[in-house]
């Protein structure tokens, strides 16, 4: 087994995507812009919603004010995470989270969702800071760890997640339960796509 688990946040560990779009129209409201126009949740092409997100970081932060103070009824880890998230815990091996969420928030729903996980590192976005796939957003874990590369694993759910690991020079898996597309878990750079939580068990 690996020593080092470096997980993604959104899409992999905890399902955020309908609380998301929920809070980020609400923050486009009060800059007085154009919503994000979507009939059903099954329909919103992912990638264009984080592309566009990211592109203001104002509204990303009146975003994640929102986020934090609604009820998020829809938000919730995928199912097998906690109890997958407990073995690794009980083995051999660390876990961390390096996430593009603004970190205060990141934080503020990793003690609520998984508040008897050690988790040896959570990062996720500082304002004005670079977003993954750059590699220093990593670099803030792989820079303080004296693992070996090979030892190490980075779990997500989407091309940025491949180019994150791959920019970092460690191994990717991607889990087919999040936000991923068909050619994201056919990418040749990833080791593994992970259809059942505990199939990490074995890398």
């Excluded at 955020?16 to 092409?45: C, R």
């Excluded at 990141?106 to 977003?131: A, E, M, Q």
Aim: charged share 25%; hydrophobic share 35%.
């Amino acid at each position: 087994m690996r020593k080092l688990f470096i997980f993604d946040f959104d899409g992999t560990l905890v399902n955020t995507f309908e609380d998301s779009l929920i809070a980020y129209n609400k923050a486009l409201e009060k800059h007085n812009l154009p919503i994000f126009q979507y009939e059903n949740i099954e329909d919103v092409n992912f990638n264009d919603f984080i592309s566009q997100m990211g592109s203001d970081e104002k509204v990303l932060e009146t975003y994640e004010k929102i986020y934090k103070n609604s009820l998020n009824i829809h938000t919730k880890p995928y199912p097998g995470i906690s109890e997958l998230l407990s073995k690794l815990n009980d083995s051999d091996c660390e876990i961390a989270i390096c996430s593009n969420r603004i970190q205060d928030l990141l934080r503020s729903l990793t003690s609520k969702f998984f508040p008897n996980i050690d988790f040896k590192f959570v990062i996720g976005h500082i304002l004005g800071g670079p977003f993954k796939p750059d590699p220093s957003v990593l670099g803030k874990i792989l820079d303080n760890v004296s693992y070996d590369k090979k030892d190490i694993i980075y779990v997500g759910d989407r091309l940025t997640d491949i180019r994150t690991a791959k920019n970092s020079g460690i191994d990717v898996a991607i889990v087919t339960w999040g936000q991923g597309e068909k050619e994201d878990y056919n990418n040749d750079y990833v080791l593994k796509v992970i259809n059942s939580p505990d199939d990490l068990l074995d890398l």
